[in-house]
């Protein structure tokens, strides 16, 4: 019994049966299995940690990109990840032109993959994409997946015999506990700056926006509206609380649809909300007029409550800087005196801070078919 040289015992990945009968051989072939697992441990060891290290969902993938390629040498990695945490990206060690034949091989399994969304070799710590060399063959894949992820390595045979079924799944499974920590700590992160009913940003979120407006050098006009449903505990004790909470979580997207992106939409407590509005053009008039378009949308939202249709109303108090904003909690006692004063003037209208109070008779509302409405809040 001899070894033959064609016994890869280097590699562990010894095709001789014979070998295996001789003790040298199956030595050297033993030897060179423990290497590899060895190998694969200390890789797998540094990309739970590597990945694991931050709770940034781009910054794990594209940890998890550079450790790939520092093992597989890959031309194209292609990670298709839930859509939370990055959905279809791509990185390559080349520039565009150098990754265009595994891009073609990879657009059989993502159609949508373009050559703008792939991150070249900068993304991997390369200086210069000489560094790796074009495999000149069609590419092989090897596939890492696990439960709602799939990565496709396009690289060469030698780099797919390094990858070994442990290999690969413990791979998987770091990533997917480093994904699901990030997306957990988004999810958290979220709910300390979002009221967990309506979706909308907090009172702290708010609050924090308007101490940074006030640090600008160079201020914008601004305008804080509060808006205070009317008569809202009626609600609560004639249909429940959970017919409230249908009121305020309707209020709140209704508000968040009538804004434009720019501005800061939150709930400020209760039954109250607050929008604060901030350009370069905006005027005291503009923002009485946005505060004016505001009631009247959501006083003509209709609920329907135990087969009764209830319509509500809304009083809003503003406050408006021209300049360098006074300390949010002035702004924002402006804007609730405002509202003390819609409120005692009898709701359902818009007040100014510090100025003669603007009133808007409550439109008249055509007759209601039974069953009959109740009204709250206006005539």
Not at 54 to 78: G, I
Not at 104 to 114: D, G, H
């Amino acid at each position: 019994m001899f070894m033959e040289p064609g016994c890869a015992t280097e590699s562990g990945n010894c095709k001789n049966a014979d070998a295996l009968f001789w003790s040298p051989g199956r030595q050297q072939c033993e030897t060179g299995s423990l290497y590899r697992e060895i190998a694969e441990l200390a890789f797998l060891a540094s990309f739970a940690r590597e990945v694991g290290a931050s709770l940034n969902p781009r910054e794990v993938v594209l940890a998890a990109a550079k450790l790939l390629y520092s093992y597989f040498h890959y031309d194209l990695a292609v990670f298709s990840l839930p859509a939370d945490v990055g959905g279809v990206t791509a990185f390559s060690p080349f520039d565009v032109a150098g990754c265009m034949n595994g891009l073609l091989t990879a657009r059989e399994s993502f159609p949508e993959l373009t050559l703008q969304e792939i991150n070249g070799y900068r993304h991997l710590g390369l200086t210069v994409p000489e560094q790796a060399m074009v495999a000149g063959n069609y590419p092989t894949v090897v596939e890492i997946a696990d439960d709602g992820m799939k990565i496709m390595l396009f690289c060469d045979e030698e780099a797919e015999g390094k990858g070994s079924h442990d290999l690969l799944t413990g791979i998987a499974e770091s990533l997917t506990t480093a994904l699901g920590n990030a997306r957990e700590h988004d999810r958290v992160k979220e709910l300390s700056v979002r009221d967990g009913l309506t979706g909308l940003y907090n009172r702290r979120v708010l609050e924090e926006i308007l101490n940074v407006e006030e640090s600008k050098r160079s201020p914008v006009p601004l305008a804080i509206l509060l808006i205070d449903v009317d008569d809202f505990k009626a609600v609560n004790d004639t249909f429940g609380h959970p017919a409230g909470d249908r009121v305020l979580s309707v209020l709140g997207k209704l508000l968040q649809d009538n804004c434009r992106r720019e501005n800061i939409v939150a709930r400020y407590g209760g039954e109250e909300f607050a929008v604060l509005l901030t350009n370069t053009g905006l005027t005291k008039a503009a923002a009485v007029q946005t505060a004016e378009r505001l009631r009247k949308a959501l006083g003509a939202q209709d609920f329907a409550f135990s087969g009764r249709k209830v319509r509500l109303t809304v009083s809003i108090g503003v406050a408006y800087s021209a300049g360098k904003p006074a300390a949010p909690q002035t702004m924002l006692a402006q804007a609730d005196q405002a509202l003390y004063q819609a409120k005692r003037s009898g709701k359902n209208r818009v007040c100014l801070h510090e100025t003669m109070h603007i009133e808007r008779m409550p439109e008249k509302r055509g007759a209601i078919k039974l069953p009959a409405p109740l009204q709250f809040g206006g005539a």
